[in-house]
């Protein structure tokens, strides 16, 4: 339909899959093989927690650790992959005796002695995270790190480890742009979007040809910032518009009133005025829904996408999240409310098949609309299932928690890699790339050195550093050029006020001659806030004094009141004035220059 965005044929853009010829070796040293922690206390409930969202790098692990392209000889490998699951070691932090920073800090002293890394500086290397930021206050509960309430980041997470990381493949909860800001949250030199852990429960509920009395669905809040901000607040639209309508079912999330949650509050109103309720009542109903009969929020979410023939996916904080996984695990087919949302491992998932990707610039005029061609969508029986289905064969392509031995979301996985390690290959859209790096010279001496800043700037940054460096102390040498000629310019007028000033204290009462201004000039010269030089010229024949027109100025250099008809004084006129009053016709000549 015209409210979609225009599907493209797969075939036009879609490289020519290379995954197959990547073979990889396995770290399995334990200071770069963290699989250890999944015996870790509380790991399990983790795994099937809403913060699971960011332990991709766990599932990942698990499809590649018996795949047939796992090679034990490193001699034999084209591509090295690193499991060091970083997220699932800040989340586990303490865990036989050892913290998230030990282990980070033995991990990189390991990895910068490997003469795996040091042949290629780890061009050749590749590692999963799919955590965005992270917080102490509720990802470190009873550690040195529990206050800390601002997010922290994926580098600052992995330091010092992440010093070594910046030439490797990183697969992440999205591609990064290149430059400094993109090379920094990528973690390295180019990223590819490897997806969120889903709702476990989703996955659970997920039946094939189960029976969907719902027609669209949403559990979420209505008020977000960043990408989906006014996106969010639209949806409340359809809170209040489908009000009654029992095919949808939409919820807001639990503590969604209050300061900062307008758009909610807007919505709740409006809705409980139709109904006769009061705002705190018509809450209470919702988040009695939200918990359905379980009374656990994520069940609940899980178990109405599976009953949903549409699951709404609007941009968040970004374009993707968990729900459109979930969803997809659900085998619910997500609408999509981002036009520029990029998934997971395209262009070799043909999303189009089953998604509605639908245009925002339409939804944000009449978002009600959006529920209208959904319902025409799904009254067409065979279009509806011929989406279904498409999501159904999609779960085995994306999701690596599916049922299966995961073929096809590894063979993605290393399309993936493939195309990072190969840039120029016509077609590899499905990678982002940040700065290039040389590969940094190591020998058997620097191995053993344990200056860790030479390193980072020598094996991390290479040529693409020092040509920034270059550039920098370039327009450091132009701008203190253009300093010291704006110098010498203010020196010369300084130099021309000292002139005058000596020429107007010998000549008295004659006065120095000069050309005279055009008719009105003297009405221009209020200059405020600008440092001005001023030269003052008067006729032989004035006889007027300059204190007659009760000049006033401030300024660095002081000219002695000078009177035609041979009156002397004292008077100031200077520069930098704020404020020149010029008496009527005194002076016949000014000269601004600012300084």
């Given amino acids: 339909g015209d409210m979609e965005i225009v599907p493209k044929d797969p075939s036009s853009y879609a490289p020519e899959p290379m995954g197959h010829t990547i073979k990889f070796y396995m770290y399995a040293d334990p200071t770069l093989d963290f699989s250890h922690l999944f015996a870790c206390p509380g790991f399990k409930e983790l795994v099937e927690s809403p913060h699971g969202e960011g332990l991709q790098e766990v599932h990942v692990y698990n499809r590649l650790k018996n795949h047939p392209q796992r090679v034990t000889n490193p001699a034999e490998a084209n591509a090295f992959y690193l499991p060091v699951m970083e997220y699932t070691s800040w989340k586990m932090h303490y865990c036989n005796g050892v913290s998230h920073e030990e282990r980070m800090q033995a991990a990189y002293a390991m990895l910068r002695r490997s003469r795996y890394y040091k042949r290629y500086a780890g061009n050749d290397h590749f590692w999963v995270s799919s955590k965005s930021m992270a917080f102490g206050s509720t990802d470190l509960a009873g550690t040195p790190l529990a206050n800390v309430t601002s997010a922290v980041s994926l580098r600052f997470r992995m330091q010092p480890l992440s010093k070594l990381l910046r030439n490797t493949v990183v697969g992440r909860m999205k591609p990064f742009k290149g430059g400094a800001r993109g090379a920094a949250s990528a973690g390295g030199k180019c990223t590819f979007d490897v997806g969120h852990q889903p709702n476990q429960e989703s996955l659970r509920a997920f039946k094939p040809a189960l029976e969907r009395p719902l027609l669209l669905s949403f559990a979420g809040s209505f008020d977000v910032c960043c990408t989906g901000k006014f996106i969010r607040c639209r949806l409340a639209e359809v809170l209040v518009g489908t009000d009654g309508d029992p095919t949808v079912r939409l919820v807001p999330s639990r503590g969604a009133r209050g300061s900062g949650r307008e758009c909610t509050e807007k919505a709740l109103r409006r809705v409980a005025a139709k109904r006769g309720i009061t705002p705190d009542e018509l809450n209470a109903e919702y988040q009695k829904l939200a918990g359905g009969a379980t009374g656990n929020r994520y069940v609940e979410m899980a178990r109405t996408m599976s009953q949903s023939r549409f699951c709404l996916a609007p941009a968040g904080d970004i374009c993707t999240s968990s729900r459109f996984y979930s969803a997809i695990a659900a085998g619910c087919v997500p609408v999509v409310l981002c036009d520029n949302l990029k998934a997971a491992f395209m262009p070799y998932v043909n999303y189009d098949e089953f998604w509605v990707k639908y245009d925002t610039t339409f939804f944000m005029d009449d978002p009600l609309n959006l529920v209208r061609y959904l319902k025409r969508i799904a009254g067409n029986a065979t279009e509806m299932r011929r989406r279904l289905d498409a999501v159904e064969r999609a779960r085995t392509q994306v999701l690596f928690q599916a049922e299966g031995d995961g073929t096809g979301v590894v063979a993605n996985l290393l399309n993936a890699v493939y195309d990072c390690l190969h840039p ?172």
């Fill in 424 to 595: 120029r290959r016509e077609g590899a859209t499905g990678a982002r790339f940040a700065e290039p790096r040389k590969a940094p010279k190591h020998s058997a001496d620097e191995a053993e050195e344990d200056d860790e800043e030479d390193e980072a700037e020598s094996g991390a940054a290479g040529s693409t550093k020092l040509s920034k460096l270059l550039r920098a102390v370039q327009s450091q040498q132009i701008q203190l050029l253009r300093g010291m000629a704006d110098l010498a310019k203010r020196v010369a007028r300084l130099e021309d006020a000292r002139a005058a000033r000596r020429g107007l204290a010998d000549r008295g009462d004659r006065g120095v001659r000069g050309v005279d201004p055009r008719p009105g000039e003297a009405k221009r010269w209020r200059r405020a806030g600008r440092a001005t030089t001023v030269r003052i010229d008067f006729k032989e024949d004035d006889t007027r004094t300059a204190a007659a027109g009760g000049w006033r100025a401030a300024g660095a250099i002081d000219v002695p009141r000078v009177a035609a008809g041979g009156e002397r004084g004292e008077r100031a006129v200077g520069v930098g004035a704020d404020a020149l009053a010029p008496s009527d016709a005194l002076c016949r000549a000014v000269n601004f220059g600012s300084e």
